[in-house]
Structure formats: structure tokens, C-alpha cells
């Protein structure tokens, strides 16, 4: 294995990116950024696409480039610690959740 990304895009689904706590950012070439928390992906696609078909959906908003090409790049971010202001509501989370499959 060389090193390589963190996270395999092309594997990972919008449900194990929401369920480890993380948000998207897009961030296309012409230097637009957009940021989605876990709350605004689950209202955009199902649980079982894949990060890579959910990149390829998006379009700038500003230059119109589409999330297919290269142009558009998608990373993960931690969003956990955004949450946990309130401290009295501390949503519960299995820290280990596999998908027996
Ligand atoms: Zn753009």
C-alpha cells in the first residue's frame, strides 16, 4: 500500500461519513468552498450513496463545474466538536459500529 488518502472516497457512503461525525467540503477550482454539516448531507442524499456518486451530483454554484472533474475536490472534516456545545444533550453514539455484511 503506498500512501495514499486517509480515507478511501471511493468506498465510503454518505452513512459512514455521517455516522463517524463528518461533514463534506467541496471546494472547486475557481476557489468556491461549500461546507455540509451531516444534518444538510442526510437531507441530500440517501445513506447508502457513495461519497464519490454524491461528489459527482454537485455543481459549483459559481463557475458551474461539475463535481465529476476534476475541478471540484472532496474532503472530509470533523463537525463532532460543532455539536457539542450544549452540554446537557450529549447525543449517544456507538463508537464502533460495524455493518455486519
Ligand atoms: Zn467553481
Known amino acids: 500500500m503506498t500512501s495514499g488518502p486517509r480515507q478511501r472516497l471511493s468506498v465510503l457512503t454518505i452513512g459512514s461519513v455521517l455516522s463517524s461525525g463528518q461533514g463534506v467540503n467541496l471546494r472547486c477550482a475557481c476557489g468556491h468552498r ?19 456518486d454524491f461528489k459527482r451530483r454537485f ?9 465529476a472533474s476534476d475541478d471540484v475536490r472532496l474532503t472530509l472534516f470533523a463537525v463532532a466538536a460543532a455539536f457539542s456545545d450544549d452540554e446537557g444533550a450529549r447525543t449517544e453514539t ?8
Open 59 to 67: 455543481r459549483c454554484s459559481m463557475c458551474g463545474a461539475s463535481g
Open 34 to 52: 461549500t461546507a455540509l454539516l451531516p444534518g444538510q448531507i442526510s437531507a441530500m442524499a440517501h445513506p447508502e450513496t457513495r461519497v464519490l
Open 94 to 101: 456507538a463508537p464502533t459500529t460495524r455493518p455486519a455484511n
